[in-house]
């Protein structure tokens, strides 16, 4: 197939064309960004950088000839970005309206939606302890209350995928991921996740030889995290399947933040003192992945251990502190 990754020099979209170019495709790779700044250059990939796709000319333009495309475009990051970015979260919307648009001009085969856990309904998750959430628990009660701001978006523009399938008939695949982590994304730029977040702390206060760390919130909030090659694969799954409903693709492994940064401690053999700050950013008590419908429909979940993943990813972002100090 010829692919577009929309939002390939961004974290989850570095991955996506690594894999897509290993399992023969094609691939034109797109981002705003200059090349300079994307995570991840593939030299078998087709680079189109600096590529403002909010308007509309130019979704048309990198649409022309492609057979599948992959929307991971958006501006968006961690709760402390998206809770003091709102109105520029929502106006990725942009972006999937233009897209679709352009995949439907442009006869395009299949088009992927990167949507998000926080399209759900806030009433389903205000217990740390929380039920896993199923893909109908983003209209609780027959309503929708998803993250204001970034969630609405996620949201709007699934139905968008939904209606233009209907109308239109463009195939589409919408994936509501689950706090996606690894290397080679965000860990340093105010848009990092908590996992790289708090690995980049307990690297650099290790590299100091100093103990104590920052942690938003107390400690109990939960979530589940899930691999980047996991959510790679369960892209993949769910693009090549015949299912048109909207699927997590994320792990059922639940923990709070307080044990992720144990298993942060674990990674870095280095014992620290956490630091609470209520003031900060902290979400909803707890999220975690229903993956019944996904084992029931691709026969398939993700498998990574976080522990595992963790391992990984820390030590990836202890070599970045690393170097990052020597630059110093």
């Keep these: 197939m010829k692919c577009l990754v929309a ?3 961004g974290f989850i979209g570095g991955h996506l064309v690594r894999r897509l170019l290993d399992d023969g495709h094609e691939v034109r790779a797109a981002d705003i960004k200059p090349i300079s700044r994307w995570w991840q250059v593939h030299s078998e990939a087709a680079y189109w950088d600096r590529m403002d796709l909010r308007l509309r000319k130019e979704c048309m333009e990198v649409c022309g000839d492609i057979d599948w495309v992959f929307n991971l475009a958006a501006d968006m990051g961690g709760i402390g970005y998206i809770e003091t970015h709102k109105a520029d979260c929502m106006v990725s919307v942009l972006i999937n309206t233009h897209l679709l648009l352009a995949a439907v001009y442009r006869n395009c085969k299949r088009f992927f939606y990167a949507s998000s856990a926080c399209a759900y309904h806030a009433d389903r998750q205000n217990d740390p302890n929380v039920t896993a959430l199923k893909e109908g628990d983003a209209y609780h009660n027959g309503g929708a209350m998803p993250e204001d701001g970034y969630g609405w978006e996620k949201l709007f523009s699934e139905r968008m995928c939904r209606h233009f399938t209907e109308d239109y008939g463009l195939e589409t695949r919408v994936a509501r991921f689950h706090n996606i982590y690894g290397p080679h994304g965000s860990w340093h730029d105010g848009r990092e996740k908590a996992p790289a977040a708090l690995c980049r702390k307990v690297a650099e206060v290790k590299l100091a030889g100093k103990r104590t760390v920052e942690v938003w919130g107390n400690g109990s909030k939960t979530r ?34 307080i044990q992720l940064l144990a298993m942060i401690e674990e990674a870095a053999d280095y014992r620290v003192t956490p630091v609470f700050d209520l003031t900060k950013p902290q979400g909803v008590a707890g999220r975690n992945s229903d993956n019944t419908l996904i084992k029931k429909l691709l026969g398939w979940e993700p498998t990574t251990p976080l522990r595992d993943g963790i391992g990984k990813t820390y030590q990836w972002i202890k070599e970045q502190v690393a170097e990052c100090n020597l630059k110093e």
């Design 7 to 9: 939002g390939a020099g």
């Design 224 to 257: 589940s995290f899930c691999y980047i090659d996991d959510c790679v694969e369960g892209i993949c799954r769910l693009m090549e399947s015949d299912v048109r409903e909207p699927l997590n693709v994320g792990s059922s492994e639940l923990v709070s933040i």
